[in-house]
């Protein structure tokens, strides 16, 4: 079911009626009224004209026990909605000290409904609908409960890092401090769903919210928070999943996708949801999920992975947030610092053939002659790396990457490449890469496997390479499209692009995919500790950040708005007035047809200027370069399909062609070739009413005297069936020319060193091998036995009589493990463990102190910022709590402020572990 957003935001029709409050109050209150399931003429549920000591209430709502819930106070369809406000306010008010309790209050003059819960300090807000009597009775009660979010105490068996309590604690803070729209942009992997998770628990607790909407964009998405999260952290809390209208009204959780809630939007209340969490979506939330939030009256929270940068600037405000300046902001870089993500390294590999091109002459011989028999140019075939696999199938290109790849990738102990997925650049390009596999490597069954939206049973497939773990099938995975953003396979290591991606946002989706966490993803136990990225492609520059494209090519769309501006200045340069007049409507009837959005609100005083055709009454202007100024947006323009625009770009091209008295051999061929693929379908009834005049436009006199006017009814005839015509491949060249990698440059992300060991160290592994022949603890932890008391007493006595001093705190000095126990020590000696990393340990510390305590999103922070320091500095005092550091992020006397005494005290003794 499709809404308001589908309003044209350039045709204005004001209402000007000069209703009394009455007539409003019959025409359009009731209405709204009876809308939200009230009964107008029931005395039990509404009462008009309720007195109230001297004044008169224009509406109240009852509750059963007859005490009001809700005050509706009325004015004229002229007036505002709000100049009631004070005076029903003074009506809750009275009746609060005869009822015991304040009612809420709504405003409205029929065209607008305002919710003012007065009880909350909180402004009156615009909502949709009024709120039903389940609805106001729940919200009652729910006040009478309330205890402030920020006093619960986090659940940490739900949410246990740091970002995510300080993520919830912000959320927090700021429903006490009455927002109620919050934007959480964190990075993919950081546990966006658990935190959400985290949140609902807190606002259960605390009481703020009874009824929870899980909203996602996909179905998957929605059965996961249904089954995956709901179920593990809500077991006993009333669920239901929002499949058709029949929804249990009773649940308290619920899971639902977009699209169904558009469907049903009007079944639902503006106050039958009291939180809606909206989870990652890449869509403008001015479309389809601006109705959605704007039909519901309750907090909204958004999770989102999108980079900072690349959140629109309309998301902030629908957020109520500065620019760049979410609730919340947790990016992939703190992420890889704390080791909650992996890093990436990146390889950029090309060939020969990408570096310098494939000239026409170097085709094979037979090409060249076919060339020659056709009467081609070889000169023409000059082929650039982008039109590799696109306009040329060279052969051993894909020979190229597939070797480098199989020499380069990480591999398993068989020596042959784990988890990894090729983006490749269409079907052919992907079948082309596998069937090279297949050549290379005749032994490796199965090795590759292409995943498609365009293969059978691509589900299936998908399933098998995210399952299978230690046979050879399905080791690689070569997509296109279907594998770039949501799917989850951890142990994936290689990422390889053979394809140039012009989306940075949809690049960072890309790579983000893939640095999730994954341990035993090795043989021996080892972890992931990062991916590799092998790029064929130069998406990559050499600091590691993603590589624009060099293009400047325009869609469709607006090259079809430049070809009309373009027709309008030879029009007024020919002095043709009717065509002039014609073509300058079809460009304001372009724009006319424009839906709101961000980008055209900010061109909105030019889009007025134009459609009131000032720019062609003002000599001061140039009509043309204002015109020209709206291209951008031009690319909004959906009136007609992207077949029927490509369509009709060439004939507006082959118009401009005419009047310019070009020649137009070329234009002609490809349009007849169009127009012959269109005939060649004329078996579809469509086609088939058209067949005499598709015969026409084929013969050679028809093109002898082509004109203006032929080509406007061609447009006219055809550009609606244009989607009928039978494709036909586009010839691509075939070549096995001779190809290899002759550049290679490695790129690392970050600074990733392990610790070194002294001499002291070495030291202390040789007293390990010389006492292990007599002590029976070394020779217990050698056989991996448990150790008992009497075991770590012979132990401490042992490395005490050695000359070096051998201490557990010497040997935290020496590796800077400053709460590592002395086993651990000599099981990390003999090869029998791993140790932590210093920013692991500090890490694991925090996090333990952080879920001990309840602190506040400040306090957090703060302590992040410590951690920071510690990390990086490897020793911390109470000065450096005075420091820039930490001034510039909280002011002056900021450790006093945020801390009291006790919990100072007990901030110090948390830093001292590590003053070694």
Same mark, same amino acid.
């Given at each position: ?357 494939i000239k026409g002459f170097e085709l094979p011989k037979e090409i060249l002659e076919q060339l020659k028999k056709e009467w081609k140019d070889p000169e023409e075939y000059n082929f650039e790396w982008t039109e590799i696999w696109n306009k040329i199938d060279n052969k051993d290109t894909n020979r190229a990457i597939v070797k480098e790849f199989m020499e380069q990738s990480y591999k398993l102990e068989d020596w042959l490449p784990w988890k990894t997925i090729i983006f490749a650049m269409n079907q052919k390009h992907a079948e082309n890469i596998q069937t090279t596999f297949e050549e290379l490597y005749p032994n490796l069954n199965n090795f590759s496997v292409v995943i498609t939206s365009s293969v059978e049973k691509n589900d299936e497939l998908l399933r098998d390479f995210k399952k299978l773990k230690t046979e050879k099938k399905f080791r690689v995975a070569i997509s296109v499209d279907m594998l770039d953003t949501w799917v989850d396979v951890p142990e994936l290591v290689n990422l390889v692009f053979a394809r140039k991606v012009f989306s940075e946002s949809k690049f960072w989706q890309m790579v983000g995919r893939w640095t999730r966490l994954c341990p035993w993803v090795f043989w021996k136990a080892k972890d992931k500790e990062d991916f590799l990225i092998i790029d064929f492609a130069l998406n990559f520059d050499e600091t590691h950040t993603f590589k624009e494209p060099n293009i400047n090519t325009l869609w469709l769309n607006q090259r079809y708005y430049e070809s009309k501006i373009e027709l309008l200045k030879l029009f007024e340069n020919r002095s043709d007035k009717k065509w002039f007049e014609k073509t300058k409507k079809e460009i304001i009837s372009m724009i006319k047809s424009l839906k709101e959005n ?112 032929? /080509?406007?009814?061609? *447009?006219?005839?055809? @550009?609606?069936? !244009?989607?009928? =015509?039978? +494709?036909?491949?586009? $010839? ?127 306090? /957090?922070?703060?302590? *992040?910022?410590?951690? @920071?320091?510690? !990390?990086?500095? =490897?020793? +911390?005092?109470?000065? $450096? ?36």
């Amino acid at each position: 079911m499709k809404s308001g957003f589908e309003k044209n935001y350039f045709i204005y029709s004001p209402l000007k009626m000069n209703y009394l409050e009455s007539d409003t109050r019959g025409l359009y209150i009731d209405k709204k009224l009876i809308k939200s399931w009230y009964n107008v003429e029931n005395q039990n549920q509404i009462i008009k004209e309720y007195q109230i000591n001297n004044l008169f209430a224009d509406y109240v709502i009852l509750d059963t026990d007859n005490t009001i819930l809700a005050v509706i106070e009325a004015k004229k369809y002229s007036r505002s909605a709000r100049d009631g406000q004070f005076q029903a306010l003074d009506y809750a008010q009275i009746l609060e000290t005869k009822q015991g309790y304040r009612p809420f209050i709504f405003l409205s003059n029929g065209k607008e409904i305002y919710f003012y819960n007065s009880i909350k300090n909180e402004s009156p807000r615009l909502i949709k609908s009024f709120h039903t009597i389940q609805d106001l009775r729940k919200l009652k009660e729910l006040q009478k409960m309330q205890v402030k979010p920020t006093s619960i105490k986090i659940n940490t068996d739900i949410s246990w890092r740091h970002y995510q309590q300080e993520a919830i604690k912000r959320v927090a803070e700021w429903i006490e401090a009455g927002k109620r729209e919050f934007l959480l942009v964190m990075a993919t992997w950081t546990w966006k769903t658990r935190t959400s998770m985290w949140l609902i628990d807190v606002m259960l607790k605390s009481n703020q919210v009874q009824k929870v909407l899980f909203l996602t964009d996909r179905t998957a998405l929605r059965d996961q928070a249904f089954d995956d999260w709901f179920w593990v952290y809500f077991k006993s809390t009333p669920k239901s999943k929002i499949e058709t209208w029949n929804t249990d009204e009773n649940a308290r959780l619920y899971s639902a996708t977009y699209q169904t809630m558009i469907n049903y939007l009007d079944k639902f209340s503006s106050g039958f949801f009291d939180l809606i969490i909206i989870d990652e979506v890449h869509r403008s939330i001015y479309w389809e999920w601006k109705v959605i939030l704007e039909h519901f009256d309750c907090y909204k929270v958004w999770l989102t992975a999108t980079p900072l940068k690349f959140v629109d600037r309309s998301t902030y405000n629908a957020f109520w947030c500065d620019d760049e300046n979410p609730t919340y902001y947790y990016w992939y870089d703190e992420a890889v610092k704390e080791w909650f993500l992996v890093p990436y390294k990146v390889l950029i590999a090309r060939t020969k053939f990408q570096i310098q091109w494939i000239k026409g002459f170097e085709l094979p011989k037979e090409i060249l002659e076919q060339l020659k028999k056709e009467w081609k140019d070889p000169e023409e075939y000059n082929f650039e790396w982008t039109e590799i696999w696109n306009k040329i199938d060279n052969k051993d290109t894909n020979r190229a990457i597939v070797k480098e790849f199989m020499e380069q990738s990480y591999k398993l102990e068989d020596w042959l490449p784990w988890k990894t997925i090729i983006f490749a650049m269409n079907q052919k390009h992907a079948e082309n890469i596998q069937t090279t596999f297949e050549e290379l490597y005749p032994n490796l069954n199965n090795f590759s496997v292409v995943i498609t939206s365009s293969v059978e049973k691509n589900d299936e497939l998908l399933r098998d390479f995210k399952k299978l773990k230690t046979e050879k099938k399905f080791r690689v995975a070569i997509s296109v499209d279907m594998l770039d953003t949501w799917v989850d396979v951890p142990e994936l290591v290689n990422l390889v692009f053979a394809r140039k991606v012009f989306s940075e946002s949809k690049f960072w989706q890309m790579v983000g995919r893939w640095t999730r966490l994954c341990p035993w993803v090795f043989w021996k136990a080892k972890d992931k500790e990062d991916f590799l990225i092998i790029d064929f492609a130069l998406n990559f520059d050499e600091t590691h950040t993603f590589k624009e494209p060099n293009i400047n090519t325009l869609w469709l769309n607006q090259r079809y708005y430049e070809s009309k501006i373009e027709l309008l200045k030879l029009f007024e340069n020919r002095s043709d007035k009717k065509w002039f007049e014609k073509t300058k409507k079809e460009i304001i009837s372009m724009i006319k047809s424009l839906k709101e959005n961000d980008e055209i609100i900010n061109k909105k005083d030019l889009i007025k200027s134009i459609l009131e055709e000032n720019i062609f009454d003002n000599i001061a202007l140039n009509p043309y370069e204002e015109l020209y100024k709206l291209t951008p947006v031009m690319r909004y323009y959906d009136t007609e399909s992207l077949e029927e625009i490509r369509f009709l770009v060439k004939w507006e091209n082959l118009k401009i062609s005419i009047l310019k008295e070009e020649n137009i051999d070329k234009l002609r061929d490809s349009l007849a070739s169009d127009i012959n693929a269109l005939n060649s379908n004329n078996h579809l009834q469509a086609v088939e009413t058209k067949k005499d005049f598709l015969k026409q436009c084929l013969k050679k006199d028809f093109w002898d005297d082509i004109d203006i006017s032929k /080509i406007e009814q061609i *447009q006219k005839e055809l @550009s609606s069936i !244009i989607k009928y =015509k039978k +494709i036909n491949e586009k $010839d691509i060249v075939i070549s096995d020319l001779k190809d290899e990698v002759i550049e290679r440059r490695r790129i690392q992300y970050g600074d990733w060193k392990q610790m070194e060991s002294d001499k002291y160290w070495k030291v202390f592994v040789d007293q390990i091998e010389y006492f292990a022949k007599s002590s029976k603890a070394l020779q217990k932890i050698k056989n991996d036995e448990i150790l008992n008391k009497e075991d770590l007493e012979e132990l401490d006595k042992l490395f005490k009589q050695s000359e070096y001093n051998i201490t557990v705190t010497n040997l935290r000095r020496t590796l800077h493990r400053p709460t590592i126990d002395f086993v651990s020590f000599i099981k990390f000696a003999l090869w029998k463990t791993t140790l932590p990393n210093f920013e692991e340990e500090v890490s694991k510390v925090f996090e333990s102190y952080l879920n001990e305590n309840n602190f506040s999103s400040n306090q /957090i922070r703060f302590l *992040q910022i410590v951690k @920071s320091v510690l !990390i990086t500095k =490897k020793h +911390i005092t109470v000065e $450096d709590f005075y420091s820039d550091t930490f001034e510039k992020s909280f002011g002056m006397w900021a450790f006093e402020r945020l801390f009291k005494q006790k919990e100072q005290e007990k901030v110090m003794e948390l830093v001292e572990k590590f003053s070694l």
